[in-house]
């Protein structure tokens, strides 16, 4: 069971639109409709702010979207603020109750 | 309102069994659906699943540490127990515990995570 591929960084100025992507398999991401993302600050706990690929949680900005297709999974952050820099993890149901992690994305905004 | 908070060691030496404790509130662990999970994230890299626990005691650990790992309720009911036997350097991570929705597949409480760090 390896870790959903996910690029290493990514950057944005304000106000742009930034995608992160999440690589997975047929074991996970590409059989499932059970992927999350969720945002880590410096020092704090991971916050979910995407589950079921596209749903957003109670509070969470709407400038966050998440899609999928096939095994890819995708985060797209619109109106890009310097409050979303941070470290991004996408997440996915992997079967028989087992759960997969992505490598993490750290975004930059410039 | 959902809180989770992790206590344990802040130090073991390697071999040692490290035993963390995830005390919760805000929801019930009896409950149909309710989950908890336990995650680690090594300094400066990604997170990692570890285990997860049901309302019906069903139990998932990740694959590769699965001979390592047992995920139990506690004695306390709004408790949830980590243990990892022979532990490494390696293992020095801050371990989180979080709360999981069974029909959606998530994590969406987590607690503020504790550092454990293995040395001798």
């Known amino acids: 069971q390896s870790a959903l591929t996910q690029p290493a960084s990514v950057s944005g100025s304000p106000g742009q639109s930034i995608t992160i992507s999440c690589t997975g398999s047929s074991s996970d991401v590409g059989s499932y409709n059970l992927v999350s993302w969720y945002q880590q600050h410096p020092g704090k706990a991971p916050k979910l702010m995407i589950y079921e690929v596209t749903k957003w949680p109670s509070g969470v900005s709407n400038r966050f979207s998440g899609s999928k297709s096939g095994n890819t999974a995708s985060l797209t952050i619109s109106g890009l603020q310097a409050e979303d820099e941070a470290d991004y993890y996408c997440?996915?149901?992997?079967?028989?109750?087992?759960?997969?992690f992505g490598g993490g994305t750290k975004l930059t905004v410039l | 309102q959902i809180t989770l908070k992790e206590s344990g060691p802040t130090l073991v030496k390697p071999t040692q069994t490290l035993t963390l404790t995830c005390s919760f509130s805000g929801f019930s662990l009896s409950t149909s659906g309710v989950g908890v999970g336990w995650i680690r994230q090594p300094p400066g890299k990604a997170l990692e699943w570890l285990a997860l626990i049901y309302w019906n005691d069903d139990k998932r650990y990740s694959p590769s540490l699965k001979n390592r790992l047992t995920i139990t309720k506690g004695t306390s009911k709004n408790q949830v127990v980590l243990t990892m036997t022979n532990m490494d350097p390696v293992d020095t991570a801050t371990y989180y515990c979080?709360?999981?929705?069974?029909?959606?597949?998530?994590?969406?409480?987590w607690g503020q995570g504790t550092l454990v760090t293995v040395s001798s």
């Open positions: 979080a709360h999981r929705k069974y029909s959606g597949s998530y994590f969406d409480y």
């Open positions: 997440c996915s149901y992997a079967g028989s109750s087992t759960v997969i």
